[in-house]
């Protein structure tokens, strides 16, 4: 295995256990306020009688809707977060092959030259993804390669100045009419991209979710108490459907670190490159 390889499964590894550690967190710290719960409501019982619990369902309905009115809301918000990102990985490979089929009406050597920096500038935006990233515990977000970023930086001011500068010639007006709008199509969702990587809610949503459930639980203990006995099977099954539920929210949260990945959609730009045809005045970088 390769050691860029070894890498991205390190970084994987450590937000996997990051994801994981949370919701293992909310599973023990469930599994105990459930019994709590059961405690606190027995002695309830034994102390007003069951008359005592009137209206106390009520309060419990109230908290236990708002926990999954909450629930439902982000775990909807990262799916459609998730699919935009697969959306935008289409519509950049879409804006890179306009772009790339509009230079050429430009025609001759400039056509050609303008090609080879497009290309090189789309072979390092797929290099870029598949480049092995860091996760930022801290500031709970990716981190990617700063020289990548300043490579692609570099080619898209080299690509937009030679578009531009061509444009001043009487027979490349029609042309520049219809390329450079395709160019900066290209590098807005590049743009797009990149705030989508770090969109993500307030992390006080996510303290807010992970602080009800516990108090649901606590509640729901509470309300167990007027059975006979307790049942573990039933104590496992609330606590383990929430932390998967937290698990999961916040794995889709970071589609390229996590196990819910979206690296199957980069083949979209990777094919636009692959069918961009062979420049023949060289390697962008010795222009």
Not at 216 to 222: E, M, P, T, V
Request: aromatic letters at 10%; proline letters at 4%; glycine letters at 10%.
């Amino acid at each position: 295995m390769e050691p860029s390889t070894l890498f991205v499964l390190g970084l994987a590894m450590i937000f996997l256990l990051f994801a994981v550690a949370i919701a293992a967190a909310f599973f023990v710290g469930s599994l105990i306020l459930l019994r709590l719960g059961q405690q606190l409501g027995l002695r309830h019982r034994k102390r007003n009688g069951a008359e005592g619990t009137a209206g106390l369902a009520t309060v419990e309905g109230a908290i236990f809707g708002l926990m999954g009115l909450l629930l439902a809301f982000t775990i909807s918000g990262a799916l459609q977060r998730f699919d935009d990102r697969r959306q935008l990985v289409i519509q950049e490979a879409t804006a890179a092959t306009t772009a790339y089929d509009r230079l050429t009406l430009f025609g001759g050597d400039d056509a050609r030259k303008l090609q080879g920096i497009l290309k090189g500038y789309v072979q390092a935006r797929v290099d870029l993804y598949r480049m092995p990233h860091d996760f930022l515990l801290l500031q709970r977000a990716e981190d990617f390669s700063d020289r990548q970023e300043a490579v692609l930086l570099d080619l898209k001011t080299r690509l937009w100045d030679a578009a531009v500068g061509a444009c001043p010639q009487p027979n490349y007006r029609p042309a520049c009419a219809l390329s450079l709008p395709a160019l900066n199509s290209l590098f807005e969702v590049a743009r797009l991209r990149a705030g989508a990587a770090e969109k993500h809610p307030p992390q006080i949503i996510f303290f807010m979710l992970f602080g009800l459930g516990l108090g649901c639980s606590l509640l729901a203990g509470f309300g167990m108490a007027g059975s006979a006995g307790r049942s573990w099977i039933h104590m496992v099954i609330f606590a383990g459907t929430l932390a998967v539920a937290l698990y999961i929210v916040t794995d889709m949260e970071y589609p390229r670190l996590g196990l819910i990945r979206i690296e199957s959609f980069d083949h979209f730009l990777a094919d636009a490159y692959e069918q961009m045809l062979p420049v023949p005045v060289g390697n962008m970088r010795d222009q």
